[in-house]
């Protein structure tokens, strides 16, 4: 039968909540006694098993190899190559050599990054009960196949797709899927159209949704990719990442180097040329000149930066899955967050309390843990406000409560339906306990909540007499009630009153529950039934909701402060996501909300870009309208990180230039659609995460600042060396001795530079900003004038006073290791002078500096090492004199940076 069984029409079938359960169980040739075990075993080998794919993770020897697959390491395999050609073997060797250290830093953090993220995966295996051939049987979910009937109960995961076929008091949690944070009330008798919304199929419950209240059976309609949760998955398997902000910045920079090399190169040659330079040393020129610009220690000092800022933000609870994704949270211009569970507890918490004729009251705290008080519109309250609260709480946890909150193994933890919980929670907090005011009020009778009855109610025994406790929506028992409470006592009630303040709190998004309390005097233990609910009093009204985390706010500001703009995306209902988005400053109208419907008229990019420029929430939207949200932010020209814990967030995730994914509450597919994950599920975490962004890009741009500089300082050496008919004042093993020994320790150590305290006081760089601004133009180009002239007119100075051409290059070269020295301490910021930045600060820089002039002095006395290099040791009173030349950089850059404080803007 599994054979005759198509596949491919129950895997692509999408409306099985369209039809009746007779067609269903036709369809899927099953009946309410569910499969025999041959033909499920038969239908597992057809469909597979019900279990999402995974990718592979890289193995060691491909993340190796990845780390070559840069247009910068392309440059300095040509120049590698070219230097074998011409029998160079020691220049080779140097480049080579550092290829190597760079390939297997980025693979050790790489790797290890990948397993700390994979570490995050390793789910316990689930459970559930089928029934099969009549009998009920436990298996692992993932045997699961279409056809199977599986029971469910409060707790229950929901291990596919399934198609109600009974239910009683059935509520699910279904944020992980839609983003709805309200429980969602299921009845397997609700007729659908085909075209109903995914989060309104209330007679089908799906994978991933968690069962919070009651019990139910369902048919299997589809399992692995064919459910809802699996069509998510499948739309991110095979999509790739878009490339890192650092990634395309790098390419560009790479490109320019390049052609600024060739074009140098070219013109030098012909300079050579026409000056009668033989061929052969024109060719040593041009791979000298290639040598001295190419930033040869680039690759090792961006891995190790990006690397320090990998393990920096690793302790500030953000774990980046990719090298090249440090900085992709610092460059970003637009965060497109998820409310439910990312700017909210996703644990529905009661936060105000209505009496009629009187204002709100507030009830502070958050979450599932019970600290907090109710405050009173003055205050504290009053006696006789308190005893009216005490009042509402105990009609709260005695009205067929079913939930269950307690302290164990020094944390608080609950289960059952979050209403429930929410009450019981509100009620601590005023220090009624649920098992407490059981004993003291021992329940009689319950009517438990039906969807058609819309309240539960208990019979309690108070103070000798039997006592009426009920909770429910408003406009099911306001015909119940004849008073309603005020603080100074119980009035008639006056329905209208009370309506316009249950609407009042709707408007503010909360989840709005009425409670009521009343006296039985005939004895219907037995026989208590809705009839006896007659003559109550309507207690007062609870507003729910799930409330931002207590950071929220505070962080939401902080990425307002630091020029990042914050939009929420939402499952949610429009007002709820309004009430919240207010609550955070992030929009304040309802003009600045849009929903998915409206979302659905947009027929053009065009108009979808122009409501995406001024909107700020976006609410009741399914996964592809989160998506086109977030390509449509990147038409808009930002650089877009989206956060969110739910497989509806995983195709925004992977579409994003980097995805921020829960690692505590997120789903396996929103964790492996992220470049980077929370470990502690807090929205706080994403400002850490920027700050050190920033300062990961900040030191990369300060390394490259210093690279580039001496660089082309080398090209200024030479450039006046060859006009003035001088020979080549370096060679190319000195240039690259230079390049990759001294000033690559200098590089490497510059990397561990600290932030400088005004990260999140700067907007962001602008996303089709290169990395050499106009401000690094105007350094780079000062320090390689005032380094390139003073090391030409020594040089030059050297051969007039009758130096031989090896002891002037070695005067030379000693003279650039100084420059370099010198030149790493302007480095450390462009605006700030020397002598504000303590040198302690960055130990590892300081003690790299001495370590680099000690080396190149050792170099001089090493017997084989100064043959190879063409150096020897000179003495304290010429390497004095040096220094004072050197310093010479230090003076200027303070200067530059004097003069553009005084009149220029410090940040252009």
């Known amino acids: 039968m599994a054979n005759a069984l198509a596949q491919s029409e129950t895997t692509q079938n999408t409306d099985w909540h369209a039809e009746s359960l007779a067609q269903m169980l036709s369809r899927l040739q099953t009946s309410a006694h569910g499969l025999s075990q041959s033909e499920a075993a038969a239908r597992l080998q057809s469909y ?129 899927l839609t983003g709805e944070s309200v429980p969602v009330l299921k009845d397997p008798g609700t007729e659908l159209a085909a075209e109903t919304l995914l989060a309104e199929r209330t007679n089908m419950v799906f994978a991933g949704s968690l069962v919070i209240r009651g019990r139910a059976q369902g048919v299997v309609a589809a399992t692995a990719l064919a459910t809802e949760m699996g069509h998510i998955a499948s739309e991110i398997i095979n999509r790739p990442p878009p490339r890192s902000p650092l990634l395309l910045r790098m390419e560009k920079f790479t490109h320019l180097i390049a052609l600024l090399v060739m074009l140098a190169a070219i013109i030098m040659a012909a300079v050579a040329a026409s000056h009668g330079m033989p061929a052969t040393e024109i060719f040593l020129l041009v791979v000298a000149l290639a040598v001295s610009a190419i930033p040869e220690g680039l690759p090792v000092a961006l891995t190790v930066a990006l690397a320090i800022g990998m393990r920096r933000m690793a302790r500030r609870n953000v774990i980046v899955r990719r090298l090249v994704a440090v900085e992709a949270l610092g460059s970003c211009t637009f965060i497109a967050t998820d409310k439910t569970g990312t700017l909210t507890v996703n644990q529905l918490t009661a936060r ?187 207690l007062g009204l609870v507003g729910m909701i799930d409330p931002l985390r207590s950071e929220a706010q505070a962080a939401v500001q902080a990425c307002r402060t630091a020029g990042i703009e914050v939009a929420m995306i939402t499952g949610d209902h429009p007002a709820t996501a309004l009430a919240i988005a207010r609550e955070l400053d992030m929009a304040r109208s309802s003009e600045q909300v849009i929903n998915g419907a409206q979302l659905k008229q947009i027929n053009s990019e065009v108009e979808l870009d122009r409501l995406t420029h001024r909107a700020r929430v976006f609410a009741r939207v399914e996964p592809q309208q989160k998506l086109d949200i977030v390509q449509s932010l990147q038409r808009n020209g930002h650089f877009v990180a989206v956060t969110g814990d739910g497989a509806n967030d995983a195709p925004a995730l992977r579409a994003a230039q980097v995805g921020v994914a829960m690692g505590k509450s997120g789903t396996e597919v929103a964790r492996e659609s992220a470049e980077l994950i929370l470990t502690d599920d807090n929205f706080a975490s994403i400002v850490a995460g920027v700050e050190e962004g920033r300062i990961a890009y900040a030191n990369v741009r300060k390394v490259i600042f ?199 803007n410090p940040l252009s």
């Open 48 to 176: 597979g098993r019900n279990t999402l794919p995974r990718p592979a993770p890289p193995g060691m020897g491909r993340v190796f190899l990845h780390q070559f697959a840069s247009p910068l390491i392309y440059v300095l395999l040509a120049a590698a190559l070219l230097s074998l050609l011409i029998r160079e073997y020691s220049d080779a060797g140097f480049i080579f050599a550092v290829l190597m250290i760079n390939a297997v830093i980025g693979t050790v953090q790489e790797y290890s990054a990948q397993r700390a993220a994979a570490s995050l995966n390793q789910l316990v295996s689930t459970r559930c009960r089928v029934l099969r051939e009549g009998d009920t049987w436990e298996i692992d979910a993932e045997e699961l196949v279409p056809g199977d009937i599986v029971l469910l109960e409060s707790g229950d995961r929901v291990p596919a797709d399934l198609r109600l076929l009974h239910a009683h008091d059935l509520q699910l949690d279904e944020s992980l």
């Open 352 to 538: 105000r309390i209505v009496f009629s004729l009187d204002r709100e009251y507030e009830i502070t705290g958050e979450g599932v843990q019970p600290e907090g008080q109710i405050l009173s519109p003055q205050g504290t309250p009053t006696p006789t406000e308190q005893a009216l609260l005490e009042r509402l709480c105990l009609a709260a946890v005695l009205a067929d409560n079913e939930g269950f909150i307690g302290h164990r193994e020094n944390q608080w933890s609950h289960h059952g339906d979050s209403v429930d919980v929410a009450l019981l929670i509100m009620a601590h907090k005023l220090g009624i306990v649920k098992e407490e005011s059981l004993n003291s009020f021992p329940e009689l009778a319950v009517i438990p909540f039906e969807p058609e009855l819309r309240f539960a109610a208990s019979l309690n025994r108070v103070e000798g007499a039997a006592r009426i406790f009920v909770k429910g929506a408003l406009e099911a028992l306001l015909p119940m009630c004849r008073y309603m409470a005020t603080v100074e006592n119980d009035q008639p009630l006056n329905a209208l009153q009370l309506e316009q303040q249950a609407h009042a709190l709707a408007a503010q998004g909360y989840r709005v529950l009425a409670l009521a309390d009343g006296k039985l005097e005939a004895d219907v233990e037995e026989h208590f039934s809705p009839e006896y609910l007659q003559g109550l009093t309507l």
């Open 706 to 904: 210093l690279l580039i500089s001496t660089g082309v300082a080398e090209l200024v050496l030479f450039t006046l060396a060859l006009l003035s008919g001088l020979p080549l004042p370096l060679l190319a093993v000195q240039l690259l001795w230079l390049n990759l020994v001294t000033n690559g320790i200098q590089d490497v150590a510059l990397a561990f530079e600290p932030g400088e305290g005004q990260e999140l006081h700067q907007p962001p760089r602008a996303p089709k900003e290169l990395i050499f601004n106009r401000l690094m133009l105007e350094r780079v180009m000062l320090s390689a004038l005032v380094i390139g002239s003073i090391a030409f007119f020594l040089f030059q100075w050297l051969l007039r006073q009758g130096y031989s051409l090896d002891e002037a290059r070695n005067g030379t070269l000693l003279l650039m290791v100084l420059f370099e020295n010198i030149h790493v301490f302007n480095s450390r910021s462009e605006t700030r002078p020397v002598l504000q930045q303590n040198p302690l600060h960055n130990r590892i820089l300081l003690f790299g500096t001495l370590a680099a002039q000690l080396i190149h002095i050792g170099a001089m006395y090493t017997p084989w090492l100064n043959e190879v290099l063409r150096i020897q040791p000179v003495s304290p009173q010429h390497w004095l004199q040096l220094l004072g030349l050197a310093l010479s950089v230090l003076v200027v850059m303070e200067l530059h940076k004097l003069l553009r404080r005084r009149f220029f």
